[in-house]
């Protein structure tokens, strides 16, 4: 079994800044990329930022410069900064998580619970 935790959202001022982290433990084999989606009401989930288990890192066009993820050393927790935030930034953000959890199977999507992220103008 898998598990992701979250945590750092809230609310903050426009020009605020938040650290968003997401661990990963359980059955895990191995970890082939770590990124962060979000979802404001109405809207669909869009991908924010993502790394790979080689480090490469891609961005949304409206987050570059602005937000920063990376993960530890063990590759097992995934955070994102998040600086200079916008009120058009206010959804929740979701961890997601690409992983193995045999040498043989496929990489499999696992998510985790959502943390609400609210900037005020």
């Known amino acids: 079994q898998v598990q992701l935790v979250e945590s750092g959202g809230g609310l903050v001022q426009a020009g605020g800044s938040l650290r968003l982290s997401c661990a990963a433990s359980?059955?895990?084999?191995?970890?082939?990329?770590m990124g962060w989606y979000r979802q404001a009401p109405g809207e669909q989930r869009e991908l924010v930022a993502a790394?790979?288990?080689?480090?490469?890192?891609n961005y949304a066009d409206s987050v570059k410069g602005r937000f920063t993820i990376s993960s530890d050393n063990a590759g097992s927790t995934v955070y994102l900064q998040v600086n200079s935030l916008k009120p058009e930034d206010t959804a929740v953000y979701y961890c997601?998580?690409?992983?193995?959890?045999?040498?043989?199977?496929?990489?499999?999507?696992?998510w985790g619970q959502g943390t609400q992220v609210t900037v005020s103008s």
């Open positions: 997601n998580v690409k992983l193995r959890i045999t040498r043989w199977s496929g990489s499999d999507d696992y």
């Open positions: 359980g059955s895990i084999f191995s970890i082939d990329a």
């Open positions: 790394i790979t288990s080689g480090g490469t890192i």
